[in-house]
């Protein structure tokens, strides 16, 4: 990550070992709970920053891990689908306390920014469409494209080192912006070929297996898939197959075991899903839910609730604010139950699991295709906050995004530019950028210049 040391590519630990007496602290569940709710409340900036925050707080102040432990955990967290930063909270819970620790760690972590989220859909689902709403977010529309742009960069500068990495991100960008193909295939594809192109030979021979049992594995195993899935039944059964909320539910689960790289690669899935295909929201609303998870705490997936209260708000029928309020819960419930069951289940592994040269040569595969998805990302967004008027056209397995030339909008090519200077230049924070271009936007309404 961007403010920590890399990860740690194998260790010979079995089950990491306990450190010498006195090494570490250890807090009691008390002074835990309070680190991790500080640790929530303050987690803005994106998972680069969160990271860096829990390692100041827990490794460096605290001490309650050592380096290599929290590097082990890291990297660990990293082969997984989902928010890396929160599985490493829950990681380090579960380290300290147990399944609670791992628990309490999570859901602080996740909890303060929902509630802001949750606040601030309701808010632009009830009054997006006052002028002065539409203004500030127009101005966000600009700066959030700029931040994919300098994601896409972060995340290709780490994950492009080879030529297969290369043309495996070529290719991922032209079979879904092109031909449409769904992420999940192109992320499979991507991973079959790294598994299969790694030398296996490479693994560390002092690398074994925890003591942990394999009966204990699959107990916790179906635990989890059945605190997973319950509720998510339980809706099917109360709104039948083919109710939205139905829908939404079974949609977010797939999402949560598919999205490697991050919440950008989320927002790939979802801006071919959501909007092209389903019709829940259109591009401008994709794009108003990142800039609202990137101005608030906790991991940038949260996007996925912003889409699961739209979307039920304005398609489930019945009350809109109960059934956007049911889009939130199932949204997080289908993101985050499955973060637990990865962490609760492969801790205990960890230190055999990246020892494994093919996973972590499968790894490296999917985050050079997620480099082509983002980009795929860059310019859908593009064509729909520059311009006015987009034309879909399909041509036998091909599909072509044309703009109308003559419908740019150079207030919002110029709100770009300026959040490029601030951002990519001047190096501002992202939410004073954001802030920057929202305000700007709103004057420029105001004062009747667009």
């Known amino acids: 990550m961007d403010n920590l040391p ?3 590519q194998s260790t010979t630990d079995q089950d990491i070992k306990p450190e010498a007496p006195g090494s570490l602290a ?32 827990i490794v460096e102040e605290k001490r309650w891990l050592t380096e290599q432990q929290y590097l082990n955990a890291l990297s660990f967290c990293m082969l997984l689908p989902g928010p890396e930063a929160m599985q490493l909270a829950t990681y380090a819970g579960w380290r300290l306390h147990g399944i609670i620790g791992g628990l309490i760690a999570g859901l602080l972590f996740v909890l303060p920014g929902a509630l802001v989220v949750l606040t601030l859909s309701i808010i632009y689902a009830l009054f997006g469409n006052v002028p002065f709403v539409e203004a500030l977010f127009f101005g966000v529309k600009a700066a959030v494209f700029v931040i994919i742009i300098e994601a896409l960069l972060r995340i290709a500068k780490k994950a ?43 693994l560390s021979e002092t690398a074994t297996l925890p003591h942990k049992g394999f009966r204990h594995s699959v107990k916790t195993l179906t635990i989890w898939l059945i605190i997973w899935f319950t509720p998510l039944l339980a ?21 949560a075991v598919v ?6 690669a989320v927002l790939a899935y979802m801006g071919q899903d959501v909007v092209e295909l389903r019709g829940w929201l259109e591009a401008g609303q994709m794009l108003d839910g990142l800039g609202l998870a990137e101005t608030t705490p906790g991991p940038l997936i949260l996007v996925t609730q912003f889409v699961g209260f739209l979307a039920a708000f304005q398609h489930a029928g019945g009350s809109p604010l109960l059934m956007g309020l049911a889009g939130t819960l199932i949204a997080l419930w289908a993101t985050f139950a499955p973060c637990f069951l990865f962490i609760f289940v492969g801790a205990p592994y960890i230190e055999w699991i990246i020892a494994q040269p093919r996973l972590k040569g499968a790894l490296n595969a999917i985050i050079a295709a997620v480099v082509g998805v983002i980009l795929n990302l860059a310019i859908w967004f593009a064509l729909h906050v520059f311009f006015k ?57 105001l004062s009747g210049i667009a």
């Open 6 to 8: 890399n990860p740690a």
């Open 26 to 57: 250890q807090p009691d569940i008390r002074e835990a709970v309070q680190a991790w709710a500080k640790i929530g409340i303050l987690s803005f900036g994106g998972p680069a920053a969160q990271i860096a925050l829990m390692h100041k707080v």
């Open 160 to 202: 492009l080192h080879q030529k297969s990495h290369w043309l495996i991100a070529g290719l991922s960008f032209v079979a879904i912006f092109f031909l449409s193909l769904p992420f999940p295939l192109i992320i499979l594809a991507a991973a079959i070929f790294g598994y299969l192109n790694t030398d296996r030979n490479l």
């Open 235 to 255: 809706v099917m059964a109360y709104f039948g197959n083919n109710h939205l909320l139905t829908e939404l539910s079974w949609f977010f689960s797939k999402l």
């Open 259 to 264: 999205t490697f790289g991050g919440a950008y």
């Open 389 to 445: 008027t987009v034309t879909k056209t399909e041509s036998g397995p091909f599909t072509l995004w044309q703009p109308d030339l003559s419908t740019i909008d150079l207030s919002a090519l110029a709100l770009a530019c300026l959040s490029a200077y601030l951002l990519l230049y001047r190096h501002w924070p992202i939410a004073a950028t954001l802030t920057a271009s929202a305000s700007i936007a709103l004057a420029i309404k």
